[in-house]
Every structure is written in C-alpha cells, then in structure tokens.
Nanobody, 120 residues
C-alpha cells in the first residue's frame, strides 16, 4: 500500500515562512504529477501548486511569487516552500500524487494533510 505523509505545517506569523514536505512510501515504481492542495474552513479544496514528472510547475494566482514547489525523486519527496505567508493562507494542506505502483497501475493518492496557521 502506497502512503503519502505530509509534514512541516505549524503556526507562523504573517510574513513568515514554512516548508512542507510530502513523502511517498510503499510499492512505488514511478511518481508522476504531484500537487499541493489546501482547504480552509468552510471552503472547497483548491489546487495551490503542481509539479509534473518533467519538472514543469504551475501555481494558483494568489501564491505566485511566494510559494515554490520542488521534488527530489531520489527521496520520493515533494516540497512546498512558502514565503511571505498571509492569514488567508491558513488551511489544511494536502499532497496528491499520481503513482505508478508495483501492480503496474496508476493511482491517485492523497495524504492526510498538515495544518498551516498564519497569524496576523
């Protein structure tokens, strides 16, 4: 069974930084596109940043210039560096990855999330 585990969330003051990590483990042959999503209370989950297997990145408009997504395939890990944090960035952040598993099937896997709280 493949698992995604997020870490790095916490409480930070406005203007501060956090780096989130998403580590995949289990019977993995290849990791494709990976996205960081967030869900604030009472709001729908939204895609914040995406990185493809070819290292193409894409960002939601409100985080462009502040967040950077990257990946280390040797560690099965994707990062989200968040700078210039704002109170409106407060949410639970989830990792989602397209994974080719040892069964030779592709699956979309989600982590359980990590809380990010930005105080004003």
């Amino acid at each position: 069974q493949v698992q995604l585990v997020e870490s790095g969330g916490g409480l930070v003051q406005a203007g501060g930084s956090l780096r989130l990590s998403c580590v995949a483990s289990g019977m993995i042959r290849k990791i494709g596109d990976v996205g960081w999503h967030r869900q604030a209370p009472g709001k729908q989950r939204e895609l914040v940043a995406l990185i493809t297997s070819g290292l193409v990145t894409n960002y939601e408009d409100s985080v462009k210039g502040r967040f950077t997504i990257s990946r280390d395939n040797s560690k099965n890990t994707v990062y989200l560096q968040m700078n210039g944090l704002k109170p409106e960035d407060t949410a639970v952040y989830f990792c989602n990855a397209q994974i080719l598993e040892r069964t030779s099937n592709w699956y979309s896997r989600w982590g359980k999330g990590t809380q990010v709280t930005v105080s004003s």
